[in-house]
């Protein structure tokens, strides 16, 4: 994609997009008139359509692609300066990365020489340039238009007039071939045309059809007609004979080419795998239609036949089965992409190499996070699929053991030693292959909580319950040694269970789940064995713990019972559980043993503690607990680990902890300035906070001095790494200092009350005004942590994103206290956050908005200003004492990627001509260096997102996301002409529109095609009066949950629109 944020849409089109059009025009001998294309400087607008004697004759336009490649690889080209002799690959290359920029002609020329040239690779008795003139003229030898639809040439009428055409040349003139078909495509190649041929592949034919420019809209005759040849022409190249299936779609009919072009190809094998590799860069855009269902499903037939039938190897079929998902995706077709999901699926179960089981898995699951049409439908049909699939699994293998038990000792050994020979030791993998995409399918989200009665609410219900159970037999897999197994099914039951909380609330389903965790632990007699099978069943303890009181006491007392001289697996399991359940765990401690000098049970023991000191609503840390920890760090002496313990501390809110070791043990072991720094400034934000929760309102003012100071230590390093890793934590500090300083404010606001009893509360003075805009400020910081929530949400861990909505409710909630009983309360809801509900704050908020808010109408002193003012001050103290979650994403020093965006104009409403002396060209404001736009009154004004997202981006991302999105603000600037009355303010009124945050703000979405890139474009409202108007964009994306992210971008994408009635 290129680059071109510095210049306008004019210089672009004026500096790349011309001259690259002129020379496509020179070597494919057509006008730029003919294709309603107009320059200012061409040498091409004058000339009239070349006829055939006319082509032939002309010395400059190469009658073949062949000849082409051995002018284009002799020195004498590389020697000359002519752009003419630029290869088809360049020009696909260059077209693909100005695609924003090119005018639908232009998009049109483009599809007609891709296909062209690929015809003339697929079949050398061709002639290219008579196919593709063939696209611009009808039946009765007339120019064709590109919204004209009659008469126009089939692909079959095209070849055949293009090779006869051939023919009649090569009797003529002789031979035009340089080399000889034989030799071309033979055994004895020399490489000349076969590395040609996969440079066009590559890099021009997969930058053409990544770009998403292949695919237009139902008025592009000539566009679509060129598409479908070269997704025909890709089809029959990689399988000649389309496969017979048993199960066809119903919604789109497969297409059987009938002819014998196909076996005229002269291809191998690897040009076939390569054709197969281009598939997978096919791409659409989101204002594009999928208008060619007939050649994508034969597209479909042929990949799935490479992989059946053609494929030397799995990793070949994988490859097949990748573009086969991929091509579904973008047709977009719900019995499609339900036909092709069954297939894939049944290929999983079906297949006996590893391979083809992970690639099947990844394609379901980009099935899963990518399809875009009705979810619900989707989720629902693949939730029914993959538990009956692995029903079928688990039961095969239950009939497999029921077999062999009754078998002789003789007979189950050679039955055994013949499983291990067998081809079908595959079924592990199939399991965690569908519970990871279960897992996957869960991870989603909303599509199956969502489901309605009507609309198939019992299956899925009955299906969740299936899987469910089926998944926890898989627990006992622990006694085989399979622990990959276990894992995956323990990952895959924690998904299920965060979204079916209800799920718990029956005891026998709590009592079916610890019978199998119990018997998948006592599969083991020795530490090492038990610690592994409590790594991999630790997802699903904490989340039953987490959701079940009753299932932790009940883990916590099996640990206690049955590992009590087992002093590392007893504290490896509390450790689980009271990551889940702190408060079940903080009753039990006396009996889970004594200390002990080994590292590896201190550390376990000291994250149980300080998890389970985390879910009590204290003061500050208990200090017996505090003090147990500490004597336990004398063991550790490796500094990671403390430092480990160090973040555990600050998420557990135990702020003394984390200041000690940091004091005692990290800063003094420092040996760099940046490690002393921040090591520094941890433990001075540890004191801050421990002196707000010891405190409470009078340790305001020390803890804002130790956190500015830590603010201080920070803004130093991060001017010394010079990298932006610490925009996260300073932005974080920032808004902890701003929300005590608010809060240190509200207070003395509210104390006046108390002071003089009420009596100055009704008087229109400062304090007054003061005290009405308390609840606006704290409505500030709600927005302001959502923007940051928006922004590093992404790359962040879960924890963080809770941690920022408990902030967020907090200060949401502070917000309706302080505006109860003025006109501004209203009822509004705080946002809910889906941290543990056992941690402090969550708890304070829940019953202050219980307790206290839900019941002050009900005690009728709504108007009562000295009460109210009371019980604000109480709550103030409440929240103040209450220790603050810490998110685990401020030890991640990690910047955010920056996308590179261009804006441009829409070129097919650009001036045909344009010249450098007029007044209304695109130009560029002087203030702020946005490009100027001129936009008609009246009518609907589009410009156009490209760019690209850095790998690192989509890596780095928590959630996967497939939308991108686009946020606007348009505003009103100024007049026109400086000599106008009119008034700007009844203008800019009536023309802006404001950015809101959330779901609920208009927005425009756009596909993320490969690679990162996207072409997205964003129209307006049309502008009726006259002036100038600001446009102010902000990038963003959508995960697969539906959640809203805002990307970061390297410049700022602003636009001027000029209205001008002249």
Not at 291 to 313: C, D, K, P
Not at 370 to 396: T, V
Not at 637 to 660: E, G, I, P
Not at 982 to 994: A, H, I, M, P, Q
Request: hydrophobic share 40%.
């Amino acid at each position: 994609m290129l680059d071109a944020t510095d210049l306008t849409t004019t210089e672009v089109r004026t500096q790349y997009v011309q001259p690259l059009i002129e020379i496509i025009l020179a070597k494919t001998n057509l006008t730029a008139a003919t294709l309603g294309i107009q320059y200012s400087k061409s040498s091409t607008t004058a000339e009239a359509a070349p006829t055939s004697s006319e082509k032939d004759s002309d010395e400059g336009v190469i009658g073949t692609l062949y000849q082409e490649i051995a002018l284009y690889e002799s020195d004498e080209v590389h020697s000359s300066t002519c752009d003419k002799n630029k290869s088809y690959a360049e020009i696909l290359e260059e077209a693909s990365a100005l695609s924003a920029y090119l005018t639908r002609e232009e998009q049109t020329l483009v599809a007609t020489v891709a296909s062209s040239a690929l015809v003339s690779f697929l079949i050398p008795q061709c002639d290219y340039l008579n196919f593709l003139h063939s696209y611009f003229t009808s039946t009765s030898g007339t120019a064709s238009s590109e919204t004209i639809s009659r008469n126009v040439y089939t692909l079959e009428e095209r070849l055949t007039n293009a090779m006869i055409w051939n023919q009649d040349s090569a009797s003529q003139e002789g031979s035009v071939f340089p080399y000889s078909a034989s030799r071309m495509r033979s055994s004895n190649d020399d490489g000349f045309t076969t590395a040609y041929f996969y440079r066009f592949l590559d890099q021009g034919l997969a930058s053409y059809l990544s770009c998403g420019m292949t695919f237009c809209s139902n008025k592009s005759v000539i566009r679509k007609q060129a598409f479908n040849d070269i997704i025909q022409l890709i089809s029959m190249a990689i399988c000649p004979v389309t496969p017979q299936s048993n199960v066809k779609p119903k919604s789109v009919a497969s297409v059987k080419e009938s002819s014998l072009l196909p076996f005229s190809f002269q291809l191998s094998h690897v040009d076939r795998l390569h054709l197969l590799r281009v598939c997978k860069e096919l791409a659409m855009t989101s204002d594009a239609t999928t208008n060619n269902q007939a050649a994508l499903a034969q597209l479909r037939e042929s990949l799935f036949g490479f992989a059946s039938y053609v494929a030397h190897s799995d990793k070949e079929a994988a490859a097949a089965y990748e573009a086969l998902v991929n091509t579904s995706l973008i047709e977009n077709d719900e019995s499609c992409i339900q036909f092709e999901f069954q297939r894939v699926l049944q290929t999983l179960v079906e297949s006996k190499s590893p391979c083809i089981i992970n690639s099947t898995c990844l394609c379901i699951e980009e099935m899963i996070l990518k399809y875009k049409g009705n979810k619900n439908k989707l989720h629902r049909f693949a939730l029914r699929l993959l538990a009956k699939k692995l029903d079928a699994e688990i039961n095969s293998a239950k009939d497999t053991r029921n077999n062999l038990s009754n078998t002789s000792t003789t007979d189950a050994e050679n039955v055994a030693k013949r499983q291990k020979r067998s081809p079908d030791n595959c079924k592990p993998f199939r399991l965690i292959a569908i519970m990871k995409a279960a897992g996957v399918l869960f991870s989603t989200g909303g599509g199956l909580r969502n489901a309605s009665e009507g609309d198939g609410f019992f299956e899925a219900e009955a299906a969740i319950k299936q899987m469910i159970q089926n998944t926890t037999i898989l627990l006992q897999c622990s006694a085989n040694d399979q622990l990959d197994i276990v894992q995956s099914a323990s990952e895959c039951l924690a998904l299920v269970l965060s979204n079916e909380t209800s799920y718990l609330i029956e005891k026998s389903n709590v009592k079916h789940i610890f019978t199998h965790v119990r018997q998948s632990l006592l599969s083991s007699s020795n530490d090492k064995a038990s610690s592994a099978i409590i790594d991999a069943l630790k997802p699903l303890i904490v989340i039953c713990s987490r959701q079940s009181r009753t299932c932790a006491v009940s883990f916590l007392s099996f640990a206690i019972k049955t590992y009590s001289a087992r002093e590392r697996v007893l504290w490896k399991l509390a450790t689980c559980v009271s990551i889940g359940n702190p408060l079940a765990v903080s009753t039990r401690l006396s009996n889970l043993g004594e200390s002990s000098s080994d590292e590896d049970i201190a550390t376990c023991k000291i994250r149980t503690i300080l998890s389970s000191t985390c879910g009590k609503a204290v003061d500050a840390s208990p200090s017996e607990p505090l003090q147990r920890c500490l004597s336990l760090t004398e063991s550790i002496s490796d500094m990671w680990v403390l430092f480990k313990l160090v973040r555990v501390a600050f998420q557990t809110s135990n702020y003394s902890f984390a200041r000690a070791i940091l004091e005692t043990r990290l800063v003094r072991g420092c040996s760099r300035q940046q490690s002393f720094m921040y090591f520094n400034a941890l433990s001075t934000l540890a004191h801050g906070e421990e002196v707000l929760a010891v405190k409470g309102a009078k340790g305001i003012a020390e803890s804002m001095e130790l956190l500015s100071s830590c603010n201080s230590l920070l803004t130093s390093l991060a001017a010394l790494e010079q990298n932006d890793k610490f925009g996260f934590q300073l932005e974080f500090i920032r808004l902890r200092l701003d929300t005590l300083n608010l809060i240190a404010i509200t207070r003395s606001l509210y104390a006046e009350i108390l002071m003089t009893e009420g009596i100055l509360s009704g008087k229109n003075n400062r304090t007054t005004l003061f005290r009405k805009n308390i609840g606006k400020s704290f409505g500030l910081l709600v927005s302001r942590l959502k923007k940051m929530y928006r922004l590093w949400g992404l790359h962040r861990c879960q924890q963080t994103r809770s941690t920022l909505r408990t902030l967020q409710a907090m200060c949401q909630l502070l917000s309706e206290f302080t505006k109860y009983g003025t006109k501004e309360a209203k009822n509004s809801s705080t946002p809910t956050s889906t941290s543990a509900p056992t941690q402090s704050m969550n708890m304070t908020l829940s019953k202050l908005r219980t307790d206290v808010l839900e019941q002050m109408p009900k005690l009728k002193q709504k108007d009562d200003s000295v009460s109210h003012a009371s019980g604000l001050l109480l709550v103030l103290d409440a929240i103040l004492k209450c220790p603050c979650p810490f998110p685990s994403g401020f030890f991640q020093m990690k910047p955010i990627p920056r996308a590179i965006v261009n804006i441009s104009a829409d070129p097919n409403i650009l001036p045909k001509t344009i010249s450098q002396n007029d007044d209304h060209d695109v130009t560029v404001d002087a203030k702020s260096g946005a490009e100027v736009i001129d936009a008609f009154p009246g009518l609907v004004t589009k410009v156009i997102l490209s760019g690209v997202l850095p790998e690192k981006f989509i890596q780095t991302a928590d959630v996967a996301f497939s939308e991108i999105i686009a946020w606007t603000t348009l505003q009103y600037e100024g007049q026109l002409y400086e000599e106008d009355d009119t008034v700007d303010s009844d203008v800019g009124g009536s023309n802006r529109f404001t950015l809101r945050d959330g779901p609920d703000s208009g927005e425009t979405a756009g596909t993320l095609l490969p690679a990162g890139k996207f072409i997205m474009p964003v129209t307006f409202e049309p502008l009726l009066q006259e002036g100038y108007y600001k446009v102010i964009i902000e990038l963003g994306c959508r995960d697969v949950r539906g959640g809203e992210w805002k990307v970061p971008t390297s410049s700022p994408l602003e636009v001027i629109f000029r209205v001008d009635d002249e």
